[in-house]
């Protein structure tokens, strides 16, 4: 009898430990051959809703033991919002570890190049919480703007920096803006702000200058020689006839060559007729550009030109003839592909 009972002890010390085993401690997360699984919980999500998502997407192996543990941990009166990663080996008690205590996984994205704030709209919200609406709101708000980063509307492109962001998938529209505005203070520290001061540009038209460069080529060895002929320009209080400003003027980025009439295109953004930088950058610049008008070439040149090869490199001239007969070269060449527009 004493050894029935002692068998009949184990047998339920055993079991007993499978139970807590199988509740707490056992891998209960669905393995996906598509990679890591992520649980999504937006910001003011009942503890319902993060049963749905889990269920729906089919992230558990068994629901029913998680159910069970959450409402005994207090989770449904905890849940924080974030992206959480579920890896395989989690169980239960360190899953719901990872989300009472909002241990999220962060976000990281490469943040494009964008010329209008729709395209920056779009980006953030494909990655982030942050309400699409929100963000379109606080970007016209020029109240807010010249309040809060002493910009506005037409200026505010200036404060992002294309590149890599890390950020909390919850971040909000506001956050993403804060966050962006202190990725810019780490870049206009006192050193480039020195450099701007020399050149007698504020940072706002340093960027505003770099967008031109940006838009006129792609090679990191013309930038900076474009950026000097740029400088030299201004200095010399000529207009700055730059073709990329005309084509925002005119609404299309996709014009190969630009006509005569083009040029009579009413808006300040048109280099062509009005003196100095337009009011605005026309893409938002990256730090090569950036850097680039910050250490411009120095040079005597006034002109330049797309090359006739089509490299995407330019000529440089110091004079107006000089400058004609690169640019008739290359427009033998367009002339050659029957290129009109």
Sequence with gaps: ?????????????????????????????????????????RTGAPYQAVLDSLERHELLLEPETFRWLAARRGYPARVRPGRYLLTPELGNAALLERLTQGLQDTVHFELNAFKYKPQLVRQVSGQLEADSGTLRRLLNDNTFLRRTYQLDTT????????????????????????????????????????????????????????????????????????????????????????????????????????LNRDKLTDSPYNTYKHKGLPPGPITSANRQSLNAVLKPAAHKFYFFCARPDLSGYSDFAETYAAHKRNARRYQHTLDSLKIRR
């Design 155 to 258: 200026t505010i492109l200036t404060l992002f920096l294309p590149g890599p962001y890390r950020l909390h998938w919850n971040t909000s529209a506001r956050q993403f803006l804060d966050s962006a505005a202190a990725t810019h203070g780490r870049f206009w520290n006192a050193q480039r702000r020195q450099r701007a001061d020399s050149l007698g540009l504020s940072p706002v038209q340093v960027h505003v200058l770099a967008s031109i460069v940006q838009r006129e080529t792609a090679k990191p060895e013309d930038k900076p020689l474009i950026a000097g002929v740029y400088l030299n320009r201004l200095r010399h209080n000529m207009r700055l006839q730059a073709d990329p400003t005309l084509l925002w003027a005119i609404g299309n980025f996709g014009v190969r060559r630009v």
């Design 1 to 41: 009898m004493t050894g029935i009972l002692l068998l009949l002890a184990l047998l339920l010390g055993g079991a007993a430990l499978y139970a807590a085993w199988r509740v707490l401690w056992k891998p209960n997360v669905a393995v996906s051959a598509f990679g890591p699984a992520y649980l999504y919980i």
